[in-house]
């Protein structure tokens, strides 16, 4: 039996019970996210689960990283290595849909706004990453082993920018700015500020690299290449 835990609540033992491979969504409690991760790893112990699939972050422990997430992925990895539990740990990159969903504000502001500068982004689609984990689970030969996950090209805002002037023929620019006015901006925008800084620093993280990688890891598990940045602006545009 295969189950897929994202979000850890009351009555996890029981929950487990009979389940022998275990994909670990991480949660979006950041900050939370270890104490969750690692209360699903002792109940899947005590319930006897074979082997957790563990969906972690792009290059984790490295130290060019997306630094203000890469704690608690380092911990939960750590934690599941030591349980004795067979694991797969998937260590995923950005997913494409975290930029293609600025799109209706960069038409309404006509200009695409970031502190990314000319960081290269190798990110995929969500179902992309999601296909990879179940690939994993019915597939063989995965056993305690890591994969860095990434697209099978890469691109910059400035790229994206360029892609939606060409599908929608409307003009937009990217505008780098700083990442103490792209805060502001988006806090002016509706976002509270601690969600607002986050998401400008990973913009910088971005611009260092954080989110770029060559590994074609995912591009074998699908056993094709991943969707290309106007595939991904025309589904985005396309909802």
């Known amino acids: 039996?295969?189950?897929c835990c994202k979000i850890w609540r009351d009555g996890q033992?029981?929950?487990l019970q009979g389940v022998d491979t275990l994909i670990l969504v991480s949660s979006n409690e950041i900050g939370q996210r270890f104490v969750q991760h690692n209360n699903v790893i002792e109940a899947a112990k005590k319930a006897g689960v074979k082997h957790i699939i563990y969906t972690s972050l792009l290059g984790a422990t490295n130290d060019n990283t997306v630094k203000s997430l890469a704690g608690e992925y380092v911990e939960t990895e750590a934690a599941l290595k030591a349980s004795g539990i067979i694991y797969t740990i998937l260590r995923n990159v950005w997913y494409?849909?975290?930029y293609t969903a600025s799109i209706p504000a960069a038409l309404a502001n006509n200009a695409f706004y970031g502190s990314a500068k000319n960081g290269k982004i190798s990110s995929a689609l969500r179902a992309e990453l999601a296909e990879a984990a179940v690939n994993v689970t019915l597939g063989e030969g995965h056993e305690n082993r890591t994969y860095e996950l990434a697209g099978s090209t890469s691109?910059?805002?400035s790229d994206l920018a360029a892609e939606i002037s060409k599908q929608t023929g409307k003009e937009i620019p990217y505008v780098d700015i700083s990442v103490e006015d792209?805060?502001?901006a988006l806090v002016k925008a509706g976002l509270d500020e601690g969600l607002a800084g986050f998401i400008a620093e990973c913009d910088v993280d971005a611009s260092?690299?954080?989110l770029f990688s060559e590994d074609k890891t995912l591009e074998k598990l699908l056993g094709r290449p991943t969707a290309r940045l106007d595939a991904a602006v025309k589904q985005a545009l396309s909802h």
Do not use: I, S
């Open 13 to 15: 033992d029981e929950a």
């Open 208 to 210: 260092n690299g954080a």
């Open 155 to 157: 691109w910059t805002l």
């Open 1 to 3: 039996m295969v189950k």
């Open 96 to 98: 494409t849909e975290n």
């Open 182 to 184: 792209y805060t502001t």
